[in-house]
């Protein structure tokens, strides 16, 4: 990849253009404590995540350019291991890099993601974005039924960038709270069966933001309303998306925040998963459904309530407790989040990752299957170094 950072930078030497060269290093280390399940028997198990992410920026006089590449080296003591760390879900890209450069069957691997490509064009009322970007359409904190490009599972450690896709999108802007939103995504080998449209409208009414979204993919269209505003002292969002086509469901998010003290703020939210199933052993069949291939869906579950607390315990450093409850199988994901600003540009993160459950059920035919969403993953505890640059 070193020879399209020379290109751009080539590019914009010989333009006079304002270039800015950034990124991050981290480092992540995770320690998994798996239970003891009938008939199985898992070990302890260790991991280690390190990012180093390259971010170059090009201002010229109408348009920029921007890439952003990124290298993840994974040392693990289980070869078979998922990694905990990052939902790296690549659907919605034309041609992409070997995501992994090593051996995809070692312990030990080295991962790649070219995660921005794009240049944007700005107008005097508009803008138009080409390539590999970042898309996001939702309206709810949590769970956004409208965001079905890149999703992050609840699960992910690293959130910071959402996943790029291929596009091309143009912007219209109404007004100062208005605008007009249009893009077409490009799937595997820009296929049109693996691709998708979106149109988006998106205004603001007496403080409330609204927006309207209609997307067409894999034979789907998905019609979503979105409301953002205030109620009283509390933050408060809605949102709403119907699909159609091959499959049939409702999403739902309903939620509301609000600033506790000066120190202290709480939100909640209710999803609703049209998708999901209430028979957890259907869950291993749900991944194979359109909704989970190209709809954006994560959980599995009906239907689900999600607190969170955060506090500001000093100027440097802040904690936070969410919980991730699936009502329909009783099971639960809770996370404990501290992060300390050390320096300017360095930060130390200690997290705690617990979940509850039913881990396996057994047939009757004497086969094992799974007993809820969460009951069979490992608790884990994992501390995070990040270096900005």
């Known amino acids: 990849m070193p020879f399209l950072f020379l290109a751009l ?10 270039i800015r060269l ?23 198990s260790y991991e280690a995540q390190n990012n180093l992410r390259i971010m170059l920026d090009v201002f010229q006089n109408n348009h920029s350019w921007q890439m952003h590449y990124e290298l993840t080296p994974i040392l693990s ?16 890209r034309a041609f992409d890099l070997d995501e992994t450069l090593s051996s995809k069957q070692r312990k030990n691997k080295i991962l790649q993601n070219l995660d921005r490509l794009n240049v944007q064009f700005q107008f005097d009322e508009s803008d138009l974005t080409i390539g590999r970007q ?17 999703p992050f599972n609840l699960q992910t450690i690293n959130t910071e960038y959402r996943i790029g896709v291929d596009a091309f999108r143009y912007q219209r802007h109404l007004s100062e709270l208005s605008e007009i939103d249009v893009g077409f995504i490009f799937g595997s080998k820009g296929k049109s069966e693996n691709s998708a449209a979106y149109l988006r409208i998106q205004t603001n009414l007496r403080g409330a933001d609204l927006k309207a979204s209609m997307i067409e993919y894999a034979r789907q269209t998905l019609y979503s309303f979105g409301i953002e505003t205030s109620i009283k002292k509390s933050g408060f969002w809605l949102e709403v998306a119907d699909v159609r086509g091959d499959e049939h469901y409702t999403l739902i998010s309903l939620g509301l925040d609000r600033a506790l003290s000066e120190t202290l703020f709480a939100q909640i939210e209710y999803h609703h998963n049209g998708a999901g199933t209430d028979d957890s052993f259907a869950y291993p069949k749900k991944i194979k459904e359109i909704a989970y291939q190209k709809g954006g869906v994560t959980l599995f579950g009906k239907d689900y309530f999600l607190p969170s607390i955060s506090a500001q315990i000093s100027p440097l450093f802040n904690l936070s407790l969410g919980a991730v409850f699936n009502l329909t199988d009783n099971s639960s994901f809770i996370s404990l989040l501290g992060a300390w600003s050390a320096t300017e540009n360095f930060y130390i993160d200690l997290g705690w990752y617990h979940f509850s459950g039913r881990d396996f059920l057994e047939l009757p035919s004497g086969k094992l299957t799974l007993g ?8 884990s505890v994992f501390t995070t170094l990040k270096y900005y640059f």
Do not use: C, H, W
């Open 9 to 18: 930078l080539v590019l914009a030497e010989s333009n006079s253009a304002e």
């Open 22 to 44: 950034s990124g991050y290093a981290k480092s992540t280390l995770l320690f998994n404590k798996v239970e003891k399940a009938p008939k199985l028997d898992f070990s302890t």
């Open 77 to 92: 003591s289980q070869t078979s291991l998922t990694s905990s760390f990052e939902s790296r879900n690549f659907s919605y």
């Open 134 to 150: 970042s898309i996001d359409l939702g309206s709810a904190r949590m769970i956004k039924p409208t965001d079905i490009f890149s």
């Open 372 to 379: 809820s969403e969460y009951g069979l993953n490992s608790g």
